[in-house]
Nanobody, 121 residues
Framework: QVQLVESGGGLVQPGGSLRLSCAAS????????MAWYRQAPGKQRVPVAT???????SYADSVKGRFTISRDNAKNTVYLQMNSLKPEDTAVYYC???????????????WGQGTQVTVAS
């Protein structure tokens, strides 16, 4: 009953910027933590940035000072602003959200389909 849809990926030159968006839709009671993960070719999926429902953020060391995560609760949307992009940032980026569909039951993890980010000249 819940879907996460990512957008904003693409090809960008080193030093450039991209802004990713992820909108949650469906039967949603509330959303707790939202996050962005990425998976490079031949590597494991790893967390990039997280944001709680209270607005607290955390980042992987590799992106600190370059990436910013934010959310718009009225739109059930999370964003990832990526600046000073490097070739090693190339990966499929996945949206993750912890969501309750009803107050009666515990929250579950939901994943988007992924969006490709390629940093190359």
């Amino acid at each position: 009953q819940v879907q996460l849809v990512e957008s904003g990926g693409g090809l960008v030159q080193p030093g450039g910027s991209l802004r990713l968006s992820c909108a949650a839709s469906g039967t949603i009671f509330d959303i707790n933590t939202m996050a962005w993960y990425r998976q490079a070719p031949g590597k494991q999926r790893v967390p990039v940035a997280t944001i709680t429902n209270g607005g607290s953020t955390s980042y992987a060391d590799s992106v600190k000072g370059r990436f910013t995560i934010s959310r718009d609760n009225a739109k059930n949307t999370v964003y990832l602003q990526m600046n000073s992009l490097k070739p090693e940032d190339t990966a499929v980026y996945y949206c993750n959200a912890v969501i309750r569909t009803t107050w009666r039951y515990a929250a579950s993890d939901y994943w988007g389909q992924g969006t490709q980010v390629t940093v190359a000249s």
